[in-house]
Protein backbone atom coordinates (compact mmCIF):
# COMPACT_ATOMS: atom_id res chain seq x y z
CA UNK A 1 0.00 0.00 0.00
CA UNK A 2 1.68 3.52 -0.54
CA UNK A 3 1.44 6.28 1.43
CA UNK A 4 -0.61 8.54 -0.90
CA UNK A 5 -3.72 5.39 -0.32
CA UNK A 6 -3.06 4.85 3.11
CA UNK A 7 -3.94 8.38 3.59
CA UNK A 8 -6.46 8.65 1.28
CA UNK A 9 -8.24 6.08 3.17
CA UNK A 10 -7.36 6.67 6.60
CA UNK A 11 -9.86 7.91 9.24
CA UNK A 12 -7.88 10.09 10.93
CA UNK A 13 -4.06 11.03 10.76
CA UNK A 14 -1.43 12.06 13.71
CA UNK A 15 0.94 14.63 12.71
CA UNK A 16 3.80 15.08 15.48
CA UNK A 17 6.61 17.06 15.72
CA UNK A 18 9.24 17.68 18.20
CA UNK A 19 10.12 21.10 19.74
CA UNK A 20 12.25 22.10 17.24
CA UNK A 21 10.57 21.91 14.39
CA UNK A 22 7.06 23.02 15.77
CA UNK A 23 9.17 26.21 16.76
CA UNK A 24 10.64 26.18 12.76
CA UNK A 25 14.02 24.28 13.26
CA UNK A 26 15.58 21.22 11.74
CA UNK A 27 17.78 19.59 13.73
CA UNK A 28 18.37 17.05 10.61
CA UNK A 29 20.03 20.19 8.54
CA UNK A 30 23.37 19.17 7.73
CA UNK A 31 24.10 22.21 5.89
CA UNK A 32 23.08 24.52 8.21
CA UNK A 33 25.19 22.43 11.03
CA UNK A 34 28.38 23.03 8.87
CA UNK A 35 27.60 27.01 8.67
CA UNK A 36 27.95 27.37 12.62
CA UNK A 37 29.79 24.85 13.87
CA UNK A 38 32.62 24.16 11.77
CA UNK A 39 34.56 22.75 14.47
CA UNK A 40 31.84 20.11 15.25
CA UNK A 41 31.52 19.49 12.20
CA UNK A 42 35.37 18.50 11.46
CA UNK A 43 35.06 16.28 14.27
CA UNK A 44 32.98 14.24 12.59
CA UNK A 45 29.25 15.29 13.66
CA UNK A 46 26.96 16.91 10.82
CA UNK A 47 23.45 17.58 12.80
CA UNK A 48 22.49 19.20 15.83
CA UNK A 49 19.90 15.90 16.81
CA UNK A 50 23.41 14.19 17.49
CA UNK A 51 24.77 16.20 20.30
CA UNK A 52 21.42 15.45 22.44
CA UNK A 53 22.84 14.08 25.07
CA UNK A 54 26.48 13.55 23.39
CA UNK A 55 28.94 14.54 26.56
CA UNK A 56 30.89 17.32 25.14
CA UNK A 57 34.03 18.67 27.10
CA UNK A 58 33.08 21.90 28.18
CA UNK A 59 34.38 24.64 26.14
CA UNK A 60 32.39 22.92 22.80
CA UNK A 61 29.13 22.38 25.04
CA UNK A 62 29.10 26.21 25.82
CA UNK A 63 30.13 27.05 22.35
CA UNK A 64 27.93 25.07 20.73
CA UNK A 65 24.72 25.90 23.38
CA UNK A 66 25.51 29.91 22.83
CA UNK A 67 25.62 29.39 19.04
CA UNK A 68 22.45 27.23 18.91
CA UNK A 69 20.61 29.57 21.01
CA UNK A 70 21.66 32.52 19.38
CA UNK A 71 20.56 31.18 15.98
CA UNK A 72 17.20 30.42 17.41
CA UNK A 73 16.89 33.44 19.28
CA UNK A 74 18.30 35.98 16.57
CA UNK A 75 18.35 33.80 13.23
CA UNK A 76 16.58 33.72 10.01
CA UNK A 77 13.48 32.69 10.44
CA UNK A 78 11.47 29.29 10.46
CA UNK A 79 12.80 26.82 8.15
CA UNK A 80 12.01 25.87 5.24
CA UNK A 81 10.16 22.65 6.40
CA UNK A 82 7.96 24.25 8.54
CA UNK A 83 6.73 26.86 6.32
CA UNK A 84 5.97 24.14 3.56
CA UNK A 85 3.39 22.32 6.25
CA UNK A 86 1.27 25.71 6.31
CA UNK A 87 -1.53 25.37 8.97
CA UNK A 88 -2.34 21.41 9.45
CA UNK A 89 -4.34 22.44 12.17
CA UNK A 90 -8.01 21.10 12.16
CA UNK A 91 -10.46 20.34 14.87
CA UNK A 92 -10.74 17.27 16.87
CA UNK A 93 -13.08 15.51 17.25
CA UNK A 94 -13.45 12.43 19.82
CA UNK A 95 -15.78 9.72 20.03
CA UNK A 96 -15.42 6.39 22.35
Avoid at 62 to 81: A, C, K, L
Amino acid sequence: MTLERWLDEADRVLVAAGAGLAAGYDYSDTERFAELFPVLHEKGLSARYQLIGLPLPPRLLWGYWSVHVNDIRFGEGPNPVTRGCGNWSVPVTTSY
